[in-house]
């Protein structure tokens, strides 16, 4: 669940990412379309309220921001990749001397056997 908080420091988060040009998406009219409909109103409060103008979505605009917080940003998704990869060439060495049959994962999900 989202405050009005959290979700203030998850999308002011997505778009420095984007205004450094450190990320990138995939071409889908859908997620840009909610990209440059998502907006910003301030409220009588004072309060900045994040959200898709009433009619449209925000899901695509809203798992982006908070993918991108899982993965502690992008130099935390690389991180995790680079693990990744690393985990993965040890099991294949390891798999190399015990003489076992090799995978290899690659990121859609498939499997290979060598």
């Known amino acids: 669940m989202t405050t009005n908080a959290t979700k203030m420091k998850i999308i002011d988060n997505l778009a420095l990412h984007f205004e450094r040009k450190a990320i990138t998406i995939i071409n889908e009219a859908w997620l840009v379309n909610e990209l440059i409909a998502f ?5 009588p409060s004072g309060a900045i309220r994040y959200s898709a103008p009433d009619g449209l979505h925000d899901d695509g ?3 982006l921001a908070l993918a991108l917080e899982a993965c502690g940003g992008v130099d935390g998704f690389v991180e ?8 993965i060439e ?3 060495e390891e ?3 015990s003489g076992a049959p090799s995978y290899v ?3 859609e999900g ?5």
């Open 39 to 43: 907006d910003q109103t301030k409220l």
């Open 61 to 63: 605009v809203m798992s």
């Open 80 to 87: 995790y990749l680079k693990t990744r990869v690393k985990s």
């Open 90 to 92: 040890t099991e294949k």
């Open 95 to 97: 798999r190399l001397i």
């Open 105 to 107: 994962v690659y990121p």
């Open 110 to 114: 498939a499997f290979h056997a060598h």
